[in-house]
């Protein structure tokens, strides 16, 4: 087999992030040079820039935010907390990191203070919770005794992303299972699967260690594996 | 050898790359030979693939025209 079994490409074999030390700079989301150029823009006060960004971005940190606060009307103004942040922030913006991972950290800060003073938050600390333990990643039953496939997957061998998300009913369903996830698995598979972050990064930007991210990812793929699984089985 | 439910859970970790090399081997073992986790490993592969292209929704048009009066503000 090749690499395309890494499916993202840029994180193979990551040295061993040491627990508890959160790297600050450098990586795979540094900033790129497209970056460089489009914070040269930004400060130039080119408004087209600033309008590609938030029509870019905007949708997609109120779907980050909607993982910390329970509301979406809320979620709403902690992204417009957020957009204040990066404009004050971006005169002193070193390019260590990418934009991306740059605007994401500044919205979890944000979030996370803002439910914290408001109590509408969902508690959100490092360690998984009791919700995110023990859930086997497939159901038990669909093994034999000997842990062999009783119930096999059924491949689907027709489908790829792009007719998956073409279908409203499995879109949907995919939509709502990221909904239902606890908050730190839904907090770190949107930031490591929907938004490609790395993995360095969303240890960094959530504060959790390297082991936890890996457990809360594993519990939140899972989870939307059998979501999908159930939905294209029934058709 | 390595069931195929061991498989399942060793699964995100293969893909992070995170498996040390003899985990690693033992799983691209398992793999070579039984299908039904080339399957597994498949439809996971394209479930993932699948929510990188999660489309987010459009910026509300209101909200775009104060954010884009902000900046105005900003430059000066
Ligand atoms: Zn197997």
Same mark, same amino acid.
């Given at each position: ?8 490409? $840029? +994180?193979?074999?990551?040295? =061993?992030?040491?627990? !508890?030390?959160?790297?600050? +700079? ?14 040269? %823009? ?8 600033? $309008? ?26 902690? &992204? ?10 971006? %005169? ?23 439910? &914290? ?8 600390? !490092? ?14 039953? %669909? ?9 096999? =997957? ?5 489908? +790829? =992303? ?25 907090? &770190?598979?949107?930031? %490591? ?21 890996? &457990? ?20 | ?15 992070? @790359? ?13 793999? @070579?030979?039984? #299908?039904?986790? #080339? /399957? ?5 592969? *394209? /479930? ?5 292209? *999660?489309? /987010? ?6 909200? #775009?025209?104060? *954010? *884009?009066?902000?900046?105005? @503000?900003?430059? #000066?």
């Amino acid at each position: 087999m090749d690499r395309s079994d890494d499916i993202r490409g $840029a +994180t193979p074999r990551n040295p =061993p992030a040491k627990v !508890g030390v959160h790297r600050a +700079t450098g990586g795979a989301d540094s900033a790129t040079p497209e970056d460089a150029a489009l914070i040269e %823009r930004l400060l130039a006060g080119d408004e087209a820039a600033f $309008a590609g960004l938030i029509d870019g971005f905007h949708g997609r940190l109120v779907r980050l935010a909607r993982t910390f606060v329970k509301d979406q009307a809320t979620a709403e103004e902690v &992204v417009q907390d957020t957009w204040v942040g990066v404009l004050d922030g971006l %005169r002193g913006f070193e390019g260590r990191s990418a934009i991306k991972t740059w605007i994401f950290r500044i919205l979890v800060n944000r979030a996370k203070t803002r439910g &914290v003073r408001e109590a509408r938050s969902v508690p959100f600390s !490092g360690l998984p919770g009791l919700d995110d333990v023990g859930e086997p990643a497939v159901d038990p039953s %669909r093994f034999g005794s000997d842990g062999m496939w009783a119930d096999p =997957p059924r491949r689907w061998e027709d489908d +790829t =992303p792009e007719t998956l998300l073409l279908r409203e009913e499995a879109r949907g369903r995919l939509e709502q299972a990221v909904e239902d996830l606890p908050a730190r698995q839904r907090a &770190v598979l949107v930031l %490591r699967d929907i938004e490609g972050v790395s993995a360095d990064e969303v240890c960094n930007i959530l504060e959790i260690a390297d082991t936890n991210q890996r &457990v809360l990812l594993h519990r939140a793929r899972s989870a939307l594996h059998r979501a999908l699984d159930r939905c294209l089985e029934e058709e | 050898m390595l069931t195929c439910q061991e498989l399942t859970e060793l699964v995100t970790d293969y893909l992070e @790359g995170r498996l040390s090399l003899w985990d690693r081997v033992r799983f691209r073992l398992h793999v @070579g030979m039984c #299908r039904h986790c #080339r /399957a597994f490993l498949h439809d996971r592969k *394209l /479930a993932i693939e699948t929510l990188g292209k *999660l489309p /987010a929704d459009p910026i509300p048009p209101v909200v #775009r025209d104060e *954010l *884009l009066e902000k900046f105005r @503000g900003w430059k #000066r």
